[in-house]
């Protein structure tokens, strides 16, 4: 997952430790030249597996809490907001990701729905972030894929 590398630089920066566990938990992403084989080995009779997809799964959300955890406490005020944010939401998008080419594997290919939530969160949080950050009223047009 392209996500992936953005985030850890910035979690080394702040906690070597975390960085230690985040490169560990999203080494898996690595064993897949594709996001898309990432899937396929997710399903029943692949690579992974049920067992395994869910394992990665509870893997990436458990990383994405730490941060979100320790932004707002033992990180708060080490990097600028903005880097804060982009650690989130390129953890973010290594969840949604993950989710989105398991689901498309396990489920058939039924995962617009996945895809389209990420999209309407993402906006959410850049409007958050832009209104926190003294930008008021910040408006986004989100426009159908």
């Known amino acids: 997952m392209a996500h992936v590398q953005p985030l850890l630089p910035t979690v080394e920066r702040l906690d070597p430790a975390a ?4 490169a560990e938990r999203y080494a898996v992403f690595e064993r897949f030249a594709t996001p898309r084989r990432y899937g396929a080995a997710c399903a029943a009779g692949g690579e992974l597996g049920e067992e395994g ?3 990665v799964q509870r893997g990436v959300e458990a990383q994405l809490a730490e941060l979100q955890a320790k932004n707002r406490d033992e990180y708060y005020g080490l990097v600028s907001p903005l880097e804060q944010f982009e650690a989130e ?4 998008v290594v969840v949604a990701g993950e989710e989105y080419y398991r689901q498309q594997h396990v489920l058939g290919g039924a995962t617009w729905n996945t895809r389209d939530q990420h999209m309407a969160n993402t906006v959410l949080r850049l409007r958050q972030h832009h209104e926190a950050g003294g930008t008021l009223h910040a408006r986004a047009v989100q426009l159908p894929a």
Do not use: R
């Not at 960085?19 to 985040?22: E, V």
């Open 89 to 92: 939401q390129n953890a973010e």
């Open 53 to 55: 997809a869910a394992a």
């Open 19 to 22: 960085a230690a566990t985040a």
